[in-house]
Antibody, heavy 121, light 111 residues
Framework: EVQLVQSGAEVKKPGESLKISCKGS????????IGWVRQMPGKGLEWMGI????????RYSPSFQGQVTISADKSISTAYLQWSSLKASDTAMYYC??????????????WGQGTLVTVSS | QSALTQPRSVSGSPGQSVTISCTGT?????????VSWYQQHPGKAPKLMIY???KRPSGVPDRFSGSKSGNTASLTISGLQAEDEADYYC???????????FGGGTKLTVL
């Protein structure tokens, strides 16, 4: 069974750093893309970026380029999303997704349970 | 890159059909057959309902169907059921620079 299990909720102060994780299981972690999607409170989904763990090829939405870093450790089948200096506006639910992004198909077929990040002084 | 345009809300009675539109540009929806649709119930993670414009993942009822004409994609839900009440989001590939873009979401109410 394919599963994406995300790390737990975080409460941080503005200016602090943070790294959240997403562990894949039930499939070949290095053969599928892993992406991140933001959902601010009461708002819609926003695509942030994606990584192919097989070769670490990483793409970012222009809206999030330079604001976050996406990485992966294929030895433990885990992808990461990190911030170096959080802002209150980073408060949101963050979902990791498995991407089927090939020449003949493009979609996100499995989603993690979400990690709630709260940034408040 | 602006989000794809969806109606804020739609509604229908049980047994009826509803259609949710998703309007983009020739750089995203109109340029690729890579539109997908996601259902999100309150407090839950989104779930894939339609991909590549009109394909259904296994386990998704055939009441859900997708189509595209020009720069507008559509999700149609026939034989509405109470459990279909949720938020629905479209998503499209938008080229190698932007990569993916979501719609703003549509709240479906089953009356």
């Amino acid at each position: 069974e394919v599963q994406l299990v995300q790390s737990g909720a975080e409460v941080k102060k503005p200016g602090e750093s943070l790294k959240i994780s997403c562990k894949g299981s039930g499939y070949s972690f290095t053969s599928y893309w892993i992406g991140w999607v933001r959902q601010m409170p009461g708002k819609g989904l926003e695509w942030m970026g994606i990584i192919y763990p097989g070769d670490s090829d990483t793409r970012y939405s222009p809206s999030f380029q330079g604001q976050v870093t996406i990485s992966a450790d294929k030895s433990i089948s885990t992808a990461y999303l990190q911030w170096s200096s959080l802002k209150a506006s980073d408060t949101a639910m963050y979902y990791c997704v498995r991407g089927q992004l090939w020449f003949d198909t493009h979609h996100f077929d499995y989603w993690g349970q979400g990690t709630l990040v709260t940034v408040s002084s | 890159q602006s989000a794809l345009t969806q109606p804020r809300s739609v509604s229908g009675s049980p047994g009826q059909s509803v259609t949710i539109s998703c309007t983009g540009t020739s750089s995203d929806v109109g340029g690729y057959n890579y539109v997908s649709w996601y259902q999100q119930h309150p407090g839950k993670a989104p779930k894939l309902m339609i991909y590549d414009v009109s394909k259904r993942p296994s386990g998704v009822p055939d009441r859900f169907s997708g189509s595209k004409s020009g720069n507008t994609a559509s999700l149609t839900i026939s034989g509405l059921q109470a459990e279909d009440e949720a938020d629905y989001y479209c998503c499209s590939y938008a080229g190698s620079y932007t990569f993916e873009v979501f719609g703003g979401g549509t709240k479906l109410t089953v009356l």
